[in-house]
């Protein structure tokens, strides 16, 4: 690629990563995606996006914000403000890249229809349920054709004195829509799911100080399979099959589940799906980031990086995270344990996705154990070089990984549980390729 080419792309990353990486390693970025990695101008500005914490979303980021009723949101909106009751408000603590976080989420409407929200940055945010707010800043996705209003970290929520708005009453309660588990989607509103028990088991909790007895599995049709939870006893077994009316979605880390709660009727139907193939599903990047998360996923594309956290790591021997000089933030002064990882950034040309790779998977696909790597590190007095003899083994090369998938604020991550190296023929390839160009001249 030459360096007027190259030159467009910097402006553009630029642009969108002010603040966040200077120029020069910016230039240093692009250049090695480009001319070493050798990936395409889109796979390299994602993986440097992405590196860099930028929005995906902002890679069309315009100046000027627009205002918009919730039933003009198209799902593409990079900086727009919204003006909405919040119909329905939840906070809660997640776990990013292993870190706590608060999110709070719910349901924004106005007179033109409803829409789910996420505020990333929830930590000091309290949303009153029927208060009227102002999202400014706010960035949109479409997952399965519902707009989804997210605030990040340049989006900001303030109270919308004196504004009213009406949400008018659904009339005739939308029929609960049947869908294929495959197609399940957070957001949805209810759903009629046909499906077969694969597993279930009981769970004994605690419900606003009321214990409570839970029963959660796995489901499955002919299309893919999903976790539910029932809140009431339904007598469920294992290997029926059920046609589940009225349940909801609710997302944990991006994965969706289903939620049989006190609206939900069960009914024992027969069964024709046959022989249920509940083993990995094949999925593009594209699929799963549209889906946000999902059990048992395989993707094949092409390492384009290592993060930063990979090669020879150390954990705190009481709570498992990774510690810097022997310094557990929860723990303090520990012991620590060597362990090996690899944090891969895999693109399929749809997209790209994050994939933790265990230690026993990073051996097997290095060919580089434990113990060489501690002797490596240790000969060379220098524990970085074992990530960057990784970095030459994996980086551009075709591979498949399965695990799941769970997403957050950066977007989808995989934690592989398997992972293989694909061999790539390179003759019949280059002979494709020849034919390919022979047919188009
Ligand atoms: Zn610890």
Known sequence: MNDEEIHLHFEELKKELEGKIDDALLKKELNTYLNEYRVTPEAAKRGIRRKYGADDSSSFMTADTLAKKIGELKGTEMNVDITAKAVYVDKKQITVRGNPKTIVSGILGDETGTAPFTIWEGENVELEKGAVYLFKNAYTKQWNERVQVNLGSRGKVEKAEGVRVDVPERTAAAESAEVKIADIREGMGDVTVTGRIISIEERNITVKGEPKTVRSGIIADDSGKIQFSAWNDYGLKEKETICVKNAYIRAWKGIPQLNLGDKCEVSRVDDS???????????????????????????????????????????????????????????????????????????????????????????????????????????????????????????MRKMTVSGNVMSDDFGPMMIVSDARIEVIDVEAEAEALYNEVEAAL
């Open 273 to 395: 799906f046959g022989e249920i193939d509940i083993a990995v599903s094949k999925k593009t990047v594209a699929d799963i980031i549209a889906a946000g998360g999902g059990l048992d996923l395989s993707v094949t594309g092409t390492v384009v990086d290592l993060r930063a956290g990979s090669g020879l790591i150390w954990r705190c021997p009481e709570c498992n995270r990774s510690v810097l000089n022997g310094e557990c933030t929860t723990h303090g002064r520990v012991e620590p344990i060597t362990d090996l990882r690899m944090k891969l950034i895999i693109d399929d040309g749809t997209g790209a996705i994050s994939a933790i790779v265990n230690r026993q998977d990073t051996e097997i696909l290095t060919g580089v154990t434990l113990e060489a790597a501690e002797g490596l590190a240790k000969a060379r007095g220098d524990s970085e070089i074992v990530a960057r003899e990784m970095a030459e083994l994996v980086v």
